[in-house]
């Protein structure tokens, strides 16, 4: 599998969408399995999480805000990145009513009310730190729908359905443990499938950045050893592109030039393990790359506004 993804071009994205998402995600991300039958409609205000529908059975309509209504067949997934507010109705034209205030208290489903389930969805959404988002997150549209079909994404199907069979009442043994896992597990597949469809059409962007084979494998390099004291050459070796020739098209894809990126990774590397680990502030600074804790201090209050320890204190009192 590896290798297939590899050879596609794919495969040096791979570490960088697993560090957006783990240095962006917070909290428990949270789900629920729902039965409807028709008529129904129901409206999601925006909220700060990012959050999905699949359509495990049946079908619905989806209603963005401000935007044409999207038909969501079985197997149909439809991502919202930003939390944008959205309606779910079996028909544009049915009323809508406020959804539960929190699909996690309905997690293992909801009943027909005895008449033939017209739909099945499974729902949820992922509590995310903006203060920490990723450029590549901020790429994303404010909706994305990655339609089911032979052969299309066949991982993410299987993600979706394994967590649909979990949310089933009653629950079984290990749920707490196995939901947040196959909750991460789907969120990485519909980044990954995203990315892919993009491939052909990726003029430019965090897509084409993913998918260029010499802007990857600098990004790969940068993600996978952030500490280290890397230089535009140096990146620009493991790019296999000449200095100049690397820092334009870095530049052109990413949305800023190497070490700017390569600081602004290490900064935001910095943040998490400040509010995720106990490591004194000193030993952080060093495992991000800085020799001295003041140049630390002085570069992380520049992006951030506050200095490391009133970050990490702050972060744990909210």
């Known amino acids: 599998m590896l290798d297939r993804l590899h050879r596609v071009g794919y495969g040096d994205a791979v570490d960088v969408l697993s560090d957006v998402v783990g240095t962006a995600r917070t909290g428990r991300p949270h789900s629920a399995r729902v039965t409807h039958t028709a008529p129904f409609g129901r409206w999601f205000p925006a909220t700060s999480a990012a959050g999905f529908h699949v359509a495990l059975q049946g079908g619905c309509w989806v209603l963005p805000s401000g935007a044409e209504p999207i038909r969501l067949g079985p197997g149909d997934v439809v991502f919202f990145p930003t939390g944008a507010a959205h309606g779910i109705a079996d028909d544009p034209a049915t009323p809508l009513v406020p959804a539960p205030a929190s699909p996690g208290a309905a997690r293992y489903g909801a009943a027909a009310n005895g008449r033939a ?3 099945v ?3 949820g959404a ?5 203060a920490a988002a990723h450029p590549l997150l901020r790429d994303l549209p404010e909706v994305i729908h990655l339609p089911a079909g032979p052969g299309r994404h066949p ?3 299987t993600a979706a359905e394994l967590l649909g069979a979990e949310l089933r009442d009653p629950p079984r043994p290990g749920a707490d443990a196995m939901l947040p896992a196959l909750l991460d597990l789907l969120l990485l597949h519909i980044l990954r499938a995203w990315f892919a469809d993009r491939r052909a059409d990726a003029g430019g962007g965090w897509a084409a950045a993913l998918h260029d084979p010499h802007v990857s494998a600098a990004l ?4 996978a050893d952030p500490g280290r004291p890397w230089t535009v050459e140096e990146l620009g070796r493991r790019a296999r592109l000449s200095r100049a020739a690397f820092a334009r098209r870095f530049t052109r894809l990413v949305g800023r030039p190497p070490l700017a990126y390569l600081t602004w990774w290490r ?3 910095a943040a998490r393990l400040l509010r995720t680990g106990d490591a004194p502030v000193a030993a952080i600074a060093r495992q991000v790359g800085y020799a001295s804790p003041y140049a630390f201090t002085h570069a992380f209050k520049r992006q951030y506004g506050t200095p490391p320890g009133a970050y990490r204190t702050a ?3 909210s």
Not at 126 to 130: F, G, T
Request: aromatic letters at 4%; hydrophobic letters at 40%; glycine letters at 4%.
């Open 121 to 123: 969805l499974l729902c």
């Open 220 to 223: 790969r390099a940068i993600h």
């Open 267 to 269: 900064l935001t590397t």
């Open 155 to 157: 991982e993410l199907r």
């Open 117 to 119: 389930p017209a739909t």
């Open 315 to 317: 972060g744990r009192a």
């Open 126 to 130: 992922y509590l995310l730190d903006r």
